[in-house]
T-cell receptor, first 115, second 110 residues
């Protein structure tokens, strides 16, 4: 049972470069999320998806894009990387049954440095 | 979304019971309370979730008073491996924009 898998684990980008952070879950969860966590801070929601083909902005979406073509995959695209995007990125998924949104399962994170 | 307030940090000796209280004065009727644990360089891990009264699992207990304006996460007999940041979140059905604040950094001392 792999849960939520993120790749890569580490990446250094130069300013202006682009990259895609991959996220896959094997729990058939309908909800998926991308968070970023700056040092010593809490997690901020970038984008989320409630199902394949449906995505929406979170608290800090600028500079990022997402897509959800399948239930399993939720890649995060960074266009024109900037030093302010240096952070640890976490992907998460959750299921919802009736009125209860069950706990999130997080991936192990991608540590991104933009220089 | 209900705002939560919890202590920035706490220290405890090994073997002691630790209680971390979270305030959520504007909790809505259909909101649940969920706690997560995060170790350095890892993603948060779900610990426990509750709606009212008391919930207990193999890791922790969650106490929620009748007015539900606060909740207390109780960790029995902590060990060094319980050193982590603990987050309190409040949200209801369809809460897919949960906010993780700075959490409470628990340091367990030998």
């Amino acid at each position: 049972n792999a849960g939520v898998t993120q790749t890569p684990k580490f990446r250094i980008l130069k300013i202006g470069q682009s990259m895609t952070l991959q996220c896959t879950q094997d729990m058939n969860h309908n909800y998926m999320y991308w968070y970023r966590q700056d040092p010593g801070m809490g997690l901020k929601l970038i984008y989320y998806s409630v199902g394949a083909g449906i995505t929406d902005k979170g608290e800090v979406p600028n500079g990022y894009n997402v897509s959800r073509s399948t239930t399993e995959d939720f890649p995060l695209r960074l266009e024109l990387a900037a030093p302010s995007q240096t952070s640890v990125y976490f992907c998460a998924s959750s299921s919802q049954t009736g009125k209860l949104n069950y706990g999130y399962t997080f991936g192990s994170g991608t540590r991104l440095t933009v220089v | 979304l209900a705002k939560t307030t919890q202590p920035i940090s706490m220290d405890s000796y090994e073997g002691q019971e630790v209680n971390i209280t979270c305030s959520h004065n504007n909790i809505a009727t259909n909101d649940y309370i969920t706690w997560y644990q995060q170790f350095p360089s890892q993603g948060p891990r779900f610990i426990i979730q509750g709606y009212k009264t008391k919930v207990t699992n193999e890791v922790a207990s969650l106490f929620i008073p009748a007015d539900r304006k606060s909740s207390t996460l109780s960790l029995p007999r902590v060990s060094l491996s319980d050193t982590a940041v603990y987050y309190c979140l409040v949200g209801g059905a369809g809460s897919y924009q949960l906010t993780f604040g700075k959490g409470t950094k628990l340091s367990v001392i030998p």
